[in-house]
């Protein structure tokens, strides 16, 4: 197991960095906050990293922190995410705003990640829910759960579809009961009384 690697930087690619240490080249898979961050090729470079090995492979990923590198290890936990869709969403946003999306269930947020489907994300949910450490996290928006939140997200998305501007549609969400279902059916169809429908 490599748990750490301290370098010269050789090399920045599209997703990962080349370090060099003790003579060898190290390739280091890496989101995109640790490859923005990493400095200019020459610099020292520090990474906590993860060696996973594979029958046809032997794969390093560098991370930046030790919790970056355990949500890493946790997403890798859920059927069906592998180290690209790993990296993919460690690259979307910081930390503590993944970490957040996951424990207050907002699969609208994690489903508008590159590779994350809506399943995946409901998965992600539901499978890491529980594990992660919730304490400094950011609450969600006032007077909105997760659930809620993807629900109105959906409910968006419907109203457009059946023709309704952008602006109509947040007009109709906004003026919903704050007690209402979260059924997307009772949703719609409180949101076409709004319009003067059903």
Known sequence: MIASLRGTLL????????????????????????????????????????????????SL???ASVEQRALFESLLSVSGVGPRV???????????????????????RLARVPGIGKK???RLVLEL?????L???PLPAAGAT??????????????????YSSAEAASAIAALPADAPTELEERL??????????
């Open 129 to 133: 829910k529980g594990k992660l450490e």
């Open 86 to 108: 790993a990296l993919s969403l460690l690259s979307a946003g910081e930390l503590d705003e993944i970490r957040a999306a996951i424990a207050h269930g907002d699969t609208a």
């Open 120 to 122: 995946t994300a409901e």
């Open 11 to 58: 090399h920045i690619g599209a997703d990962h960095l080349v370090v060099e240490t003790g003579g060898i080249g190290f390739m280091v898979f890496a989101p995109r906050p640790v490859l923005g961050a990493a400095g200019a090729v020459g610099d020292q470079v520090f990474l906590y990293t993860l060696l996973i090995v594979r029958e046809d492979a032997l």
């Open 189 to 198: 169809r409180l949101a076409l009384r709004h319009f003067g429908g059903v």
């Open 61 to 63: 990923y560098g991370f």
């Open 146 to 163: 997760g659930v809620v939140h993807a629900a109105n997200s959906e409910l968006a998305e419907l109203l457009v579809s059946l023709g």
């Open 135 to 137: 304490k400094g996290l």
